[in-house]
């Protein structure tokens, strides 16, 4: 897999994407296309594309795009964000994917403990994630009651709780 900065063409092809059934929650509305090319092709967010001989497969992003309002995130890791083009999903070829992000997201950072958020119901995503050395740590609620996992990968200071402990989901916590 080879991998380098996102730019304008790659995150237009991107935000035309369309996933099947329930996972067109990934889809980009028409309405924010513009705007989240932008955000995307600007390099202070750290979006990479993801090439397998020659042909683009999937994206990254490391850092705060990979948080979601409304859970609890501290300095103990990285966050990543992911995303395989909608016509290889579904085909095994996930975890093969997620390693090669790790590498390389590993390469860039010197190792960093990482961090991922799945939405809840997305149990193929879940599983990929677990199977390349995730471990879940909490479910939070968004304020639109969609139910998130954060899991982590590595050592680094991140405090990584039993594989076996239970998962509580917890409300999100509104400021003020």
């Given at each position: 897999?080879?991998?380098?900065?996102?730019?304008?063409?790659?995150?237009?092809?991107?935000?035309?994407?369309?996933?099947?059934?329930?996972?067109s929650?990934?889809?980009?509305?028409?309405?924010?296309?513009?705007?989240?090319?932008?955000?995307?092709?600007?390099?202070?967010?750290?979006?990479?594309?993801?090439?397998?001989?020659?042909?683009?497969?999937?994206?990254?992003s490391?850092?705060?795009?990979?948080?979601?309002?409304?859970?609890?995130?501290?300095?103990?890791?990285?966050?990543?964000?992911?995303?395989?083009?909608?016509?290889?999903?579904?085909?095994h070829?996930?975890?093969?994917?997620?390693?090669?992000?790790?590498?390389?997201?590993?390469?860039?950072?010197?190792?960093?403990?990482?961090?991922?958020?799945?939405?809840?119901?997305?149990?193929?995503?879940?599983?990929?994630?677990?199977?390349?050395?995730?471990?879940?740590?909490?479910?939070?609620?968004?304020?639109?009651?969609?139910?998130?996992?954060?899991?982590?990968?590595?050592?680094?200071?991140?405090?990584?709780?039993?594989?076996?402990?239970?998962?509580?989901?917890?409300?999100?916590?509104?400021?003020?």
């Amino acid at each position: 897999m080879k991998f380098r900065q996102l730019s304008v063409f790659e995150a237009e092809a991107i935000v035309k994407w369309r996933y099947p059934e329930e996972y067109s929650a990934y889809d980009v509305s028409d309405a924010s296309m513009e705007s989240t090319v932008s955000y995307m092709a600007d390099p202070g967010n750290r979006f990479f594309v993801v090439y397998e001989n020659a042909e683009l497969i999937g994206f990254c992003s490391i850092g705060n795009d990979g948080q979601v309002a409304g859970g609890c995130y501290d300095g103990s890791a990285l966050d990543l964000g992911a995303g395989m083009r909608p016509d290889l999903i579904g085909r095994h070829g996930g975890a093969k994917f997620l390693q090669g992000v790790i590498e390389f997201v590993e390469s860039e950072t010197c190792g960093a403990s990482l961090r991922a958020t799945i939405v809840s119901w997305n149990e193929r995503a879940l599983r990929v994630a677990e199977a390349v050395g995730f471990i879940p740590q909490t479910k939070f609620l968004r304020s639109d009651g969609q139910e998130f996992t954060i899991l982590v990968r590595g050592g680094g200071s991140a405090r990584l709780a039993p594989p076996n402990t239970p998962l509580q989901p917890t409300a999100e916590k509104r400021g003020g």
